[in-house]
């Protein structure tokens, strides 16, 4: 679950060998610089998802669908 109130969220989506082999993370933080160095990381090693740190991150289990939803279109 992600903490309350993050000021942004992330959904990170790594296609592997096609578009059916992938996995995928949410990420959230407070501050959008934080945020984007921990998604750079991510990229170049998957295992920071694990830790703990100013960066709440979750690997999403397979079979599960997110989609992002703006905010707008939920009127």
């Known amino acids: 679950m992600l903490p309350s109130k993050p000021q942004h969220v992330r959904l990170i989506y790594f296609i592997r060998n096609s578009r059916s082999d992938h996995n995928m993370a949410i990420a959230g933080a407070k501050d959008l610089t934080a945020l984007d160095a921990f998604t750079n990381r991510l990229k170049v090693d998957p295992s920071v998802c694990n ?25």
């Open 51 to 75: 830790r703990e740190g100013e960066v709440f991150c979750a690997w999403i289990p397979a079979g599960i669908a997110v989609r992002p939803e703006d905010s707008a279109s939920s009127k």
